[in-house]
């Protein structure tokens, strides 16, 4: 017993995130396909109680006929004419009228279950008109109906004098100013709304329902993308954080957005990933609406002050990272002259050094900073872009005396992204530090050359870890 639970337990350490994944969509299909086949079911019971039926009604006037053909022949074979004849025609035809009426609307139902058109008779629908209320009328509380006919084999009636009243000119809407009453005059409190709530910018406002699948990600009132927090009306309706914070109505129904939040598509929409808002700029990640916010703050596609700004605080310059480049051979042309594997060489009056670097599509800013507080050299990398990115690459820093060969110091460290701040970085001794002490053992000349590597990590997520940077003396 203690071994199988040992086993069960060890089957769940080992379940990895794709393996949880693949679990809940199959239990998501095999969900989807019990409720189709339920579906069906239920259609398929439809179908056969509509087959019943009409099956009944056509019995029944077939039964009515013969019996009235034999009374006729019974009638007629002893030469009289029965008194009641002309009485019971009457009700016998309107009898007859009405099962016909109840076979064919059961026809039609079946035949649209079905997916046909009805064969016997058609239903005629009335075509719905849009409403609309000025803005002004809303927020004063006095909206009127508007005088086009909703539906349209109503409108002769409306015109030659007869009142036409439709259930849809009492709006919840058209009433905000004074409550409705009830049939006695009572003032009726499920329908009875604040005169408080503003309208979208729009001012002819039709409430609308999405129109396809992708709108429904969207919110109704706003058509704009879910936020994180996602609230309903008292008729269940959702609407986003915006809509409710500048008091609109609910875009499907009208009716105040109220505080109930709709936790179960919260967490859907959180989970769901989208394209990152400067997809247009070069972004090709795919981020979930949880982490969204997060990503745009640190994204590198997004406009951007010079690096240089943060350290030095003369550069205005804004732009986006396919222009940084340029900017810094246009405007910054004394720190483009480093390179990887290229003997570089500090000198005594020196205190901080940035050297731009650029490695095919990628963007590098290599430090320099001497402390005369600390009494240390601080040195470090730092790629332009997310912190997920720069922990793909690495660097080597390489610190030699060139008179004593033997004499060589090595620092090996994965790169910082540019949205971590420089000053945290040598807070926190996340780079190579040389004490002013250590330091002398390298200067040649009054200068200490040295040397820097980037290389990209294809190695596992262990080997990338920030917390063992390698150091050799």
């Given amino acids: ?38 579906q069906m079911k239920d259609q398929q019971k439809a179908e056969q109680a509509a087959r ?47 099962q016909e009426n109840v076979i064919n609307e059961s026809t039609s139902k079946l035949n649209q279950s079905t997916g046909q058109q009805p064969a016997i008779a058609t239903c005629l ?33 409306s015109s030659s004098g007869i009142p036409a009243t439709t259930p849809r000119q009492q709006s919840p809407l058209t009433t905000l100013g004074n409550p409705p009453t009830g049939p006695f005059g009572i003032p009726d409190a499920t329908n009875s709304y604040q005169s408080t709530i503003r309208t979208p910018e729009s001012s002819n406002f039709v409430p609308q329902r999405p129109a396809n699948e992708k709108d429904e990600l969207n919110c109704p009132t706003c058509k704009q993308s879910y936020t994180v927090a996602i609230y309903q009306c008292f008729k269940g309706h959702s ?45 090709r990640l795919y981020i979930k609406m949880a982490d969204l916010e997060i990503h745009g703050k640190e994204c590198p596609f997004s406009e951007m002050l010079c690096p240089l700004a943060a350290i030095f605080g003369q550069c205005q310059w804004r732009g986006k990272l396919p222009q940084i480049s340029k900017h810094f051979n246009d ?4 720190h483009c002259n480093a390179d990887v594997d290229t003997e570089m060489f500090l000198t005594r009056c020196e205190t901080q050094m940035v050297h731009y670097v650029a490695l095919g599509t990628f963007n590098f800013l290599f430090h320099v900073k001497v402390s005369e507080c600390d009494r240390k050299i601080y040195m470090t990398a730092q790629l332009i872009g997310t912190k997920q990115s720069a922990s793909k690459w690495s660097y080597e820093i390489h610190i030699y005396n060139k008179s004593q060969a033997r004499r060589k110091y090595q620092y090996v460290d994965v790169c910082h992204s540019n949205k971590t701040p420089l000053s945290e970085i040598f807070a926190e001794e996340k780079c190579a530090i040389l004490p002013f002490s250590y330091a002398e053992n390298f200067f040649n000349r009054d200068c200490i050359n040295y040397k820097f590597f980037i290389k990209k990590d294809f190695g596992s997520k262990s080997s990338r870890s920030r917390s063992a940077p390698r150091r050799r003396c």
């Fill in 1 to 38: 017993m203690g071994s199988e639970q040992s086993t069960s337990r060890r089957s769940r350490e080992n379940l990895t995130k794709d393996d949880v994944k693949n679990l809940f969509d199959e239990q998501k299909r095999q969900y989807i396909l019990r409720l189709k086949a339920q």
């Fill in 239 to 283: 609407s986003c954080s915006n809509c409710k914070s500048r008091r609109f109505p609910c875009g499907i129904c009208g009716c105040p957005i109220g505080d109930m939040r709709n936790i179960s598509l919260e967490s859907f929409i959180a989970e769901s990933k989208v394209a990152c808002p400067n997809s247009n700029d070069g972004c």
């Fill in 52 to 98: 019943e039926a009409v099956q009944r009604a056509m019995e029944k006037m077939r039964q009515e006929k013969v019996i009235e053909e034999s009374t006729s022949k019974l009638n007629q074979s002893a030469g009289q004419q029965p008194a009641t004849a002309s009485r019971e025609a009457v009700p016998r035809e309107m009898e007859r009228t009405r």
């Fill in 331 to 334: 405007v910054h042309p004394s």
């Fill in 125 to 157: 629908q009335r075509e719905p008109r849009p409403y609309s209320f000025s803005q002004n009328d809303i927020h004063i509380g006095i909206a009127q109906p508007t005088r086009t006919c909703i539906y349209g084999n109503l409108e002769t009636a």
